[in-house]
C-alpha cells in the first residue's frame, strides 16, 4: 500500500507542479489536470504539496518496513 501511495504521490506533485509553472511562466496551465478542471493557482500549489507529502511519506514507509 505504501508503494501505491509513493506512486499517487509523485503523480500529483508533478501534476501540481506543471500547473503551477505552466500558470506562472505561461500563462495557461499544463499538465492533465487542467484538462478536466478549472484550478486556480494557489489549488495547484496544494497539489504539488500533497503530492510530495503523499510521496515522502510512501517512500519512507517502504525504507522502514525493509528495515524490520
Known amino acids: 500500500m505504501k508503494d501505491i ?11 501540481g507542479a506543471l500547473g503551477l509553472l505552466g500558470k506562472l511562466f505561461g500563462g ?13 493557482t494557489a489549488g495547484y500549489a496544494v497539489l ?3 503530492g510530495a507529502a503523499l510521496a515522502f511519506l510512501g517512500e519512507r514507509g517502504g ?5 524490520r
Do not use: E
Not at 501511495?5 to 501534476?15: E, L, R, S, Y
Open 5 to 15: 501511495t509513493a506512486v499517487v504521490g509523485w503523480v500529483v506533485g508533478i501534476q
Open 48 to 50: 504539488l504539496v500533497l
Open 28 to 40: 495557461d496551465s499544463w499538465g492533465l489536470v487542467h484538462k478536466w478542471w478549472d484550478v486556480p
Open 63 to 67: 525504507r522502514v518496513r525493509s528495515r
